[in-house]
């Protein structure tokens, strides 16, 4: 779904205007990634968690050549979906 489909879909819901809805999720989105990035964990209720993880560098291999190449360290953004959201798509 892309952000188009999905400022529509909420603002069906909430029956705000699409410029006011996509302004929020814009908002919305701009302080879950500074949130993530100062590392704080966002937990949304019956929804799940969003956590910023750091990647070791680790040994892997291309697998074209076979040559051996070392995988930087990295961060990553994980989710976990509540135990409720996992009751419901299940």
Excluded at 14 to 21: D, P, Q
Excluded at 30 to 44: I, R, S, Y
């Amino acid at each position: 779904m892309k952000t188009k489909e999905l400022v529509d879909r909420i603002a069906a819901i909430t029956g705000e205007s699409k410029k006011e809805t996509k302004a929020m999720l814009t908002a919305t989105a701009a302080t879950m990634k500074e949130l993530l990035l100062e590392g704080h964990k966002l937990v949304f209720s019956g929804f799940g968690a969003f956590e910023m993880i750091e990647r070791k560098a680790r040994a892997g291999v291309n697998p074209k050549t076979l040559e051996k190449l070392t995988i930087p360290a990295r961060k990553a953004v994980k989710f976990k979906a509540s135990k409720k959201l996992k009751n419901l798509l299940n």
